[in-house]
């Protein structure tokens, strides 16, 4: 059973960039699309992207178009969320999650596609 672990969070200025990664152990992230969500407080965790096991394919939300890129490194077996030009409405807990790669990357924008998930990590911007 594959384990994810987030980190990079914390907190910034609008404006500024994190990097966030999920690291997975117990499985090869090789045999998995993988995406990233959040949640802010009191809301639905909403899709942010996600990226094709291969890295041939991405998915980003319209809101973080331009500003976020998401990456992975199978060998590492690490996906990263690069997230630049912050806003304050991008404050939240940052999820990572794993779909399997038998369903359609067409499916990874919703959270019921995914098998796996990690505990999040916070990110804060101020204004």
């Known amino acids: 059973q594959v384990q994810l672990v987030e980190s990079g969070g914390g907190l910034v200025q609008a404006g500024g960039s994190l990097r966030l990664s999920c690291a997975a152990s117990?499985?090869?992230?090789?045999?998995?699309?993988e995406g990233w969500f959040r949640q802010a407080p009191g809301k639905d965790r909403k899709f942010v992207a996600a990226i094709s096991w291969s890295g041939g394919s991405t998915s980003y939300e319209d809101s973080v178009k331009g500003r976020f890129t998401i990456s992975r490194d199978n060998a590492k077996n690490t996906v990263y969320l690069q997230m630049n030009s912050l806003k304050p409405e991008d404050t939240a807990v940052y999820y990572c999650?794993?779909?399997?790669?038998?369903?359609?990357?067409?499916?990874?924008?919703?959270?019921?596609?995914?098998?796996?998930w990690g505990q999040g990590t916070q990110v804060t911007v101020s204004s």
């Open positions: 999650a794993a779909v399997p790669t038998w369903k359609a990357f067409g499916a990874v924008v919703t959270t019921t596609a995914y098998n796996y």
């Open positions: 117990g499985g090869f992230l090789s045999n998995y699309h």
